[in-house]
């Protein structure tokens, strides 16, 4: 990863990492960059027949913080606003699904992801 990279880029890098992390894991990606009115999840996949709704966050260095803590109550909304019309538009409605979050940190030309299975549930209040 080169210093200075945009921030879109380095997102879609991080979404890269994440799918091939998936996958090597036996997750089958169904779609990338989901979009609705209520917003866009990075990855949809499944996890045997567990749909899985997969936030990606990726960042450089320690300067920003933890990848994990950028996903804000805020962004859980949205994010279940977008898997409900997902099941909603594929008919998926009883499916089990949960909610995952990778964190990607690039250090120099290396990466340390953490991923996290059920990192949070659908809020209460959408």
């Known amino acids: ?60 260095g320690e300067a920003f913080g933890d990848p994990l803590e950028s996903v804000t109550a805020r962004k859980q909304r949205q994010i279940a606003k977008t898997a409900l019309h997902y099941l909603s538009c594929h008919r998926l409605h009883g499916r089990a699904a949960r909610f995952d979050v990778i964190g990607i940190r690039w250090e120099g030309e290396g990466a340390h992801l953490t991923h996290i299975k059920g990192a949070f549930d659908l809020p209460r209040s959408l």
């Open 1 to 60: 990863m080169r210093v200075g990279q945009g921030r879109r880029d380095l997102g879609q890098h991080g979404e890269r990492e994440a799918e091939k992390f998936l996958c090597a894991q036996r997750y089958a990606i169904v779609a990338r960059n989901y979009r609705s009115p209520f917003g866009e999840i990075d990855l949809i996949a499944l996890d045997h027949l567990t749909i899985v709704f997969v936030e990606v966050r990726t960042h450089t």
